[in-house]
């Protein structure tokens, strides 16, 4: 599928993704993404962030490709029983290990833990072996889990603007031929 023939969720994470955050150029340059806001980025709520997603997709007049990071990416997974039928795949970036009660913030724990069944539409996960926010192998497991093709970042850090990703050329690419498979 192309693009315009998606409505393309943005689902940032904590403190939402800044203006130099390779979210934000996404939804920038792609005509039909939107982002999904949230009313308190830095005091996220499980409840409150899923049913913004819900939301987001229920006004959504085409199929759906979620793009979520980071907490962006449990708040997508716990909507999908009430967005499932509407969406056509996922790229997910840069999950959190939800269930690691020594990774801060604490309140990454109060997003899980992550449904573990296989998804029913095409999936990426791409992980870095330097997030500091999920080690490398639960990333790995998690895709494993959910069907997802799974991406090796490098060490690219938590793959946002803080770590160098603010264009991100080669997740877009990615994102591209991604699309072209649905």
């Known amino acids: 599928m192309k693009a315009n023939e998606l ?49 987001a997709a229920e006004q959504a007049e085409k199929p759906i490709v979620l793009v979520a990071h ?41 997003f899980g833990p992550y449904p573990r069944e296989r998804l029913p539409f095409p999936s990426v996960v791409i992980a870095s072996r330097t997030d500091d926010f999920c080690d490398f192998a639960v990333a790995e497991e998690l895709a494993k889990d959910w069907g997802s093709l799974f991406l090796d970042a490098g060490e690219a850090g938590h793959i946002n603007s803080k770590s ?16 072209g498979k649905l």
């Open 70 to 110: 980071s907490l962006g990416v449990p708040t997508a997974l716990h909507a999908l029983p009430h967005i499932r039928h509407k969406v056509k795949g996922a790229f997910l970036v840069a999950p959190p290990d939800v269930a690691n009660p020594d990774i801060r913030p604490k309140h990454l724990m109060t």
């Open 7 to 55: 409505d393309i969720l943005i689902i940032p994470g904590y403190t939402g993704a800044d203006g130099h955050h390779w979210q934000t150029r996404w939804e920038s340059r792609l005509s039909t993404a939107r982002r999904v806001e949230q009313a308190e980025w830095s005091k996220p709520v499980r409840e409150d962030w899923v049913k913004r997603v819900v939301q």
């Open 164 to 179: 160098g990703h603010g264009p991100w050329p080669e997740g877009l690419m990615v994102f591209a031929q991604f699309l």
